[in-house]
């Protein structure tokens, strides 16, 4: 992206560059201009970066441990947690690392959403990056049955049987799925399987997401587009990359904290009964971040109806960019759209509290009203809200927010004022 | 516009904190108060109790252990470091006094033979059936991970032994089952398990119900997490760790961004022409403008 093509300095660099242009492309990582306004919630892409290669990692040497077997898996927990060197640690930073990733997963979807990071140009990134989280989801599923706990179990029930109300073909898919006529050994098998393979294919959408992303460059707080190798741009290393390690070292103490001193918290206690197909748990829950699309499965009255619905949750997030028909991208500068996202927040952080609670009285009134809320949000607000909301005016630049901190603009402004005398008025 | 929507957006939440509280407030009246207790091993810095832990062993071994089994354990993992840290010749000791399944031998036959450091604890029943069937219909849940197995961990299972009652005169018990208020149903198949004076410590502490169920639960504690006290110091030296680090880095953060803020100062520079420019054209002193 920089201006000038780069030529690696030494001869062989040059053969070798000519031939596979890795060193241009570290270059280009290096150089790669970003908004100097980027604010500390940009860099929670890192973070995720992060807590990737850490899922990876210690899920690799977890593999080398496990055993994918109805009568072993959770003895081979047991097995890891007392006997495997560092077995407990782990495991724990494995299975709290998956809070994290989806703590810091909706804290980056949440900034895209406030500060439009969406709109065009960037509707690729979106995709892929909802992509991604669609994977994840599908890949935390899968790993929370591993353990086979009781909850592995049930909620492994629980979800394969919503694929039982696809009309028609739904009882044979759900077979096929099971590999049986029940949530059995070759299920846990198949799900092991999956859960090893899908976090390569999230790897290579993380991949293309940053590809997409280095092509238009960054959003910025302010929303507006920066001109490139101006001084409103600095190279990401070193600016970034010191600034994304301090965010991520902070984020790291948060993780290690639950690690060390509340590793079982975000779990549930349910799930250190081994499993039993004959005892259903008196409530069935999915792990916390999937709360708020179990609130919503549950609020529909028919089963298809629930799949459809929190299908759709998901789904309806991929329309986005063209549902959002406002030209402002950052809420900085609209202020109705500011107010409506927060509570989109609530609304969100409230279906989480009511997936957890069982679906009945006021619960099962609030989860429908939520869910009605957020369908709304992004059916109706959002296409009548870019049309008809006032937007504050935005700044030439994404430097006159900070340049006009030490008042030098008002100073200019004044001074023009002051000359311009009783014609004032019309300067505004 | 923007008035009226802050506004009723502000009721809205008002309404809707009003109308929530009242009921979630009712619902967590469900919530169980526990027995109070103080742990050895909560907290950041918490350790076990090594003669705590060892008083529990013994409760385990003479009160529970003919119905609940603690198959993860090992013989050895009462003398590592961390647990109630027997000596190994204790250890051996107890695990001789176990009667283990092995085999087959080169006749092909299964045979008993005593216990070692290396065997798992033994196993009161031969699998959950045959325990069901023992019990009454209930089986006595394998005790291993049962601390992480139950909300409320270590207070729920110190509670519960503490829990037993005489049945309200509505409450209808069957035969075989007993009221215990913190158990989900407030029904129990098992017996109070504990009583005053049912063990005797060898290091002399008194054996009240209270003492006894403390130990007990340590005990079951240190069986579900047996690396929490590594875990604890560990934990505790990545934190300090990691406030140097971040401290360093925030320092070197700080340091290289002031490169770049120096490089924008050429900017402001510009900017300070511009209104150079405009003071001079006004004829004013550019020091008085400041």
New interface residues.
Partial sequence: MSAEKYIPKSKIAQWFDSRLPLLTLSHHLQSYPTP?NLNYWWTFGGILTFCLITQIITGLVLAMHYVAHVDHAF?SI??I??DVNYG??IRYVHANGASMFFLAVYIHIFRSLFYGSYKSPREVIWIIGLLIYILMMATAFMGYVLPWGQMSFWGATVITNLFSAIPFAGESITTWLWGGYSVDNPTLNRFYSLHYFLPFLIIGLVVLHIWALHVPGNNNPVGIDVKKNS?ET?PFH??MV??D??AL??F??VF??F???A??VLGH??N??EANPLVTP?HIVPEWYLLPFYAILRAIPSKLGGVIFMFAAIFILMLLPWLDTSKVRSATFR??YK?FFW?LV?TVILLGYLGAKPPEG?YLI?SRLATAYYFIHFLILLPVLGRYE?TDPLPMSI?DPV?DK?G??D??KK??L??EGENAGSFK | ??VH??NF?KSF?IFFFIS?LP?SAFSEEKKINFFETNWSFDG?FGTFDRASLQRGYQVYQEVCSGCHSVQ?L?YR?LSEKGGPEFSVEEAKAIASQSEIEDGPNSDGEMFMRTGRLSDKFAKPYPNIETSTTANGGAYP?DM??LA????G?ADYIYSLLLGYEEPPADFELDDGVYYNKFM?GKKIKMSEPISEGIVEYLDGTETTKEQIAKDVTAFLVWA????LES??K???K??IY??I??TL??M??QK??SR?NS??E???EA??K??KV??E??GEDPKT?K
């Fill in positions: 100097k003895e047991e097995h947690m007392r407990w640690l001084n600095m070193p600016y010191m600034k390690l301090f070292l902070l790291v103490t290690l904290w690690v060390f001193f590793p079982n206690p349910d250190y009964i008196s202020p109705i107010k509570v609530f006021i609030l006032k430097s340049l030490p030098i603009l100073k200019v001074s023009a002051e000359y | 516009m923007l929507l802050n957006l939440f929530i009921y950041i993860y090992s993992n849940p291993s991970v992480k197995a139950r909300a961990g989900a579900s997490e047996p690396h875990q604890h560990m934990g505790f990545t934190i990691l406030i680090l971040i880095v925030y070197s953060k290289v961004w770049f490089k924008n050429e900017k402001e900017f300070d511009v209104e405009v003071t054209y006004e403008f």
